[in-house]
Nanobody
């Protein structure tokens, strides 16, 4: 089993920044990729960003490209993925979820390809 715990959400004004963290723990961690998804009230869950764990290559939804940055830290005993969010807009308001995929390759934008999910962290952007 892999446990994912997100943190860093909160309330910010439009144009501001937040950094989300997702700490992974559990069995020997060897993820193929980790990603961030989000779900706004009344909307379907959507892909935000992903990173292939070993290669470090990153992928973004068009709506966040140039504003968000996904990164990873795999220092000893620590496996954490970050989402740096800048120039936030009210339409970025959502619950943000971290997800882990153990096997690849696959389309990183597809949520059902991910094996483990965190509990989510709320991001609210006021206008």
């Amino acid at each position: 089993q892999v446990q994912l715990v997100e943190s860093g959400g909160g309330l910010v004004q439009a144009g501001g920044s937040l950094r989300l963290s997702c700490a992974a723990s559990g069995r020997t961690f060897s993820s193929y990729a980790m990603a961030w998804f989000r779900q706004a009230p009344g909307k379907e869950r959507e892909f935000v960003a992903a990173i292939r764990w070993s290669a470090g290559s990153t992928y973004y939804a068009d709506s966040v490209k140039g504003r968000f940055t996904v990164s990873r830290d795999y220092a000893k005993n620590t496996n954490t993925v970050y989402l740096e969010m800048n120039s936030l807009k009210p339409e970025d308001t959502a619950v943000y979820y971290c997800a882990s995929s153990m096997m690849g390759p696959h389309d990183l934008r597809i949520g059902r390809r991910y094996d483990y999910w965190g509990q989510g962290t709320q991001v609210n952007v006021s206008s």
